[in-house]
């Protein structure tokens, strides 16, 4: 028995309990009750009349970050990281860095044909392959200090803040009609910052009125560190609850709360630096927490390592995930989880250069979490958590079969909320594709 195995012993401690909880919570949260009525063009009820329902993708947003889109070293790579993407994820996170975005002042890279920075695709290269495949793009993140560009170190408040709403009318622009989910701000509880901005009293507010102004029509979301998150105590004096708090009475207008989870600890310190977060009752507790705002939940960036390619390194990296990924799907407020790097080894924290990455051949002894963090291996296979997510997602979070109409033309059944694809299965039948929401009335009629 692989003695990591320990990681689990907060989710195997009352197993059966924690399997119930979260089936009952998918069960209410995620589907409803889905109505069809069939008639001919007169309004006679079709009886009996068989109906295939097939859901082509959930309402719910499982993503990544799409940094990788088109950075591999080979076609060969960069076409299956594409296929693996849209073959697991509905939603994607696009990097919006300022330093990397605009690195010389007023030149912003989002044309496709922008001069080339590693692990950051323009944005208009992003959009492309989201709206070719149906994928809901993320904005990661318009004021996120860490990633100011070098232009702007040492600038006074009211230069930033000029400098800032600048950035946020541009982005505006060119993608608030095609990005629903805007973050406004990133990892603004550094002890440090590299403006006087940064020590503005009303800093976090400023940015969120200042997006409501450019963004009027998108979700507004707040995001920080997984620690701030879920690794303090969960009450309203916690460091982040009382920051989104004072925003929001300062007048912010925040309409939804990101909650990172990165596993970045060493293989020696796993078990000990887990115990918070990898503990049901806590994970519950966070989310109910934050749920007090009524604001949706977006677990924003997950990071689980393998530390390596043996077996049973990767199938408790899967078996985490799996445990994860259902309590946060079971939470009424949660409304997006978003994995970080789906591939091992192109996100090196020490020497990020592409040419020493593929140099290396995937053979890998720092770094371990970034490293192995990934769904799929450095050759793109696919990791035994890609399957495990995919058996979740597409198989047993999933609505698909045939069902038959009552003696009044009716099929009602409980079906999870998303887009389907909707075949009578009668001579001269009649496709067709249905929302089903968990906003909307989800009663529909078809004349056939």
Known sequence: ?????????????????????????????????????????TG??????????CQKTHEFRFGANLFMLDELETPEKNQAYKQHFTGLFNMATLPFYWDSLEPEKGHPRFAKDSPRVY??????????????????????????????????????TETTK?????????????????????????????????????????????????????????ELAVNDATDMAWGMRPRTCSAYYSYIEAAILKGARIDAVGMQFHMFHPREREYEATRPY?????????????????????????????YSWEKEDEELQADILEYLYSIWFSHPAVEQIVYWNLVDGYAHVWDPDPEVIAASQGNMTQGENYYHGGLLRFDLSKKPAYERLDT?????????????????????????????????????????????????????????
């Open 1 to 41: 028995m692989l003695e990591r195995r320990r990681v689990l012993e907060l989710f195997e401690k009352e197993k059966d309990a924690l399997q119930a909880k979260t089936q009952e919570g998918i069960e209410k949260n995620r589907k409803g009750k889905f109505t069809l009525r069939l008639t001919d063009k």
């Open 44 to 53: 006679k009820p079709l009886a009996n009349t068989a109906v295939k329902l």
């Open 119 to 156: 692990r950051r695709p323009a944005p208009d290269l992003c959009i492309e392959f989201c709206e070719k495949h149906g994928i809901e793009p993320r904005e990661h993140a318009l004021a996120y200090e860490q990633f100011f560009p070098k232009w702007l170190y040492g600038a006074d």
């Open 162 to 218: 000029a400098a800032l709403e600048t950035r946020y009318a541009e982005i505006a622009a060119r993608y608030a009609d095609k990005i629903p989910t805007i973050e406004v701000t990133n990892e603004m509880l550094w002890e440090k910052g590299r403006t006087a901005f940064y020590d503005d009293a009303d800093y976090v507010a400023w940015c969120f009125k200042m997006a409501e102004k450019y963004f009027p029509q998108n």
């Open 278 to 306: 990898y503990d049901p009752d806590a994970l519950y507790a966070h989310m109910d927490l934050f749920a007090r705002f009524g604001k949706p939940l977006q677990v924003t960036e997950i990071t689980v390592p393998s």
């Open 392 to 448: 979740l997602i597409n198989k047993a979070w999933h609505t698909e079969g045939e069902f038959n109409t009552d003696a009044d033309g009716c099929l009602s059944l409980r079906a999870f909320y998303g887009n389907y694809d909707l075949t009578v299965l009668k001579e001269n039948g009649q496709k067709g594709e249905i929302t089903f929401s968990k906003k909307g009335e989800n009663c529909f009629a078809l004349v056939l």
